[in-house]
């Protein structure tokens, strides 16, 4: 049997819990992953233990616990650096509002915790001792590449709607194809992700559009109309189209911004539909800025000052994402390799990132007020023909010679 993709410390516990009469087993995502060929970085471990017993164990061998989640039976672990969350086997009852159970007990049966979990991949744990526990056969299901629902798929997806979203994630992650039933679940349940919150099917997509595989994940989300009511321009994007693309953008609001681009939306309505998802203030200027600028249009860049202009509309931190969109539209130019160089260069192009301050135009004489705004900005305008001027010394020359 391999143990040697789980850490000393994990399992170490393991045996600790075995010894004092307890099960301790990995589940979700770290078997998940290493079934599929990755390598795990999230240990989360259940036990048939109570969280009361649970707490007592901790305090027997003198290791730090924090309640996370002791109602629902979980605690966090303070083990060798890692925060494990150890959650006793439990089995749900009804749901409500589509994402919650109404009611959880404690069980001792590993196989009534696995059954209440989303997908077969998801529903297989690992034991030091007994190995891979499998009763829903998650690993036959990834190595034939196929996303299954543990049980029935509409049940599963009518309890949580987030699992709409997440089928397309994995699937998608994985290069899995979904199992028939799964597809008629996501048919005739998928509309009810419009009960979620912003946030969550924020953090859905987020997900999609950092992967490696976004284009097929954000084609899975248009085919089921996943994101109809958050996204509702989106709709006009066609699955196919967006899977089939070759489109080599890598920053995720990049991603966002391009789709925007390919619906021809106004820039009000995309900022509508970041604020419908709860995205933060950041994003919305960043999208913003983006769309405002509009890749899609060649712009006649000959010298290096149009360049830093650019930069300075766009933003450095941004300039990347945008070259990326304009290489979408326009291909390797002449103009993105100019901003490139000079972006290199890390030009001053904010007020900020002058040599001098509004008190050294105060010191110099200068009346306070709206007034040294507008010298600075004129500083700024000769650094942006030639950055080397930005020197407090060449500042001050250069304000002195216009003030008399």
Known sequence: MNLEWIPDSILALMKRFDQAGYELVLVGGAVRSFYAGERPKDWDLSTDATPDEMLALSRA???R????????GTLTWLVAGYHLEITTYRVEGTYEGYRRPLEMTFTKELEEDLAR?????????????KGLLDPFS???????????????PKIRLAEDVLRSFRAIRFASRYGLRLDPDLRAALESEGEKVRFLSGERVKQELDLILTSDSWQVGVAGLLEFRLLKDWIPVWSHLHHDTVMQAEWKVSHYMARFALLMLMTDVELEESDWDLVRLRAGNIERKAIAKLLIQDPRVRHPIREPYEARKLIQRVGKKWVPAY?????????????????????????????????IRGRDLIDLGLESGPKIGEWLKLCL??????????????????????VG
Do not use: S
């Open 65 to 72: 616990t924090i309640p996370t989640g002791i109602r629902h």
């Open 61 to 63: 061998w003198g290791i």
């Open 138 to 152: 998650g690993r036959k299901d990834l190595q034939r590449g196929v996303l299954r629902a543990v049980g029935d």
């Open 381 to 402: 305008e000769a650094v942006l023909l030639e950055p080397e001027k930005n020197t407090r010394e060449d500042l001050l020359a250069f304000i002195k010679e216009r």
């Open 323 to 355: 070259l990326e969109l304009y290489t979408v539209w326009h291909g390797e130019t002449e103009e993105a390799e100019i901003v490139k160089r000079e972006l290199d260069q890390d030009p001053p192009v904010d007020i900020r990132e002058l040599a």
């Open 117 to 129: 979990r989303d997908f077969t991949m998801n529903a297989m744990a690992f034991h030091a001792k």
